[in-house]
């Protein structure tokens, strides 16, 4: 960006060398054309350090991102085989494992009706 600065400086040196009056269409012409190249070069400049600092705040939300990512799977990772919760039949008082949600909390009906199946076999004292 410095660049473009250095370029509006050697046009305005350049202008300078014309030596025209300031007062004269021409040189309130060049004069103006050069001010506002001034202008723009340090917008582009400011711009340019927005940006920097957007593209440096992003790498910084994208790290924190991935570091969540990571934990994340660690912890699905760790959880494995633990979506699985032991329980007790509510009706013979047996108990058994019975998969559930992350959220879900199995109640007696669910638990009744998971374990419906296999209920005749277990009050024989069979566990499948």
Do not use: W
């Not at 007790?88 to 638990?111: K, N, R, V």
């Amino acid at each position: 960006m410095g660049n473009l600065k250095s370029r509006v400086s050697y046009l305005q040196g350049l202008a300078a060398g014309l030596e025209m009056a300031a007062d004269s269409k021409e040189g309130k012409l060049l004069s103006g054309i050069v001010d506002v190249l001034g202008e723009f070069a340090d917008s582009v400049e400011e711009l340019g350090d927005s940006q920097d600092s957007l593209e440096d705040y992003l790498e910084s939300i994208d790290e924190d991102l991935y570091a969540l990512e990571s934990r994340l799977n660690e912890v699905e990772g760790e959880e494995d085989g633990e979506h699985f919760l032991e329980v007790e039949c509510p009706e013979c008082g047996c108990t058994g494992t019975m998969e559930h949600e992350d959220d879900d909390i199995p109640t007696a009906e669910m638990i009744k009706d998971q374990h419906g199946l296999t209920h005749d076999v277990v009050h024989r004292g069979e566990h499948i």
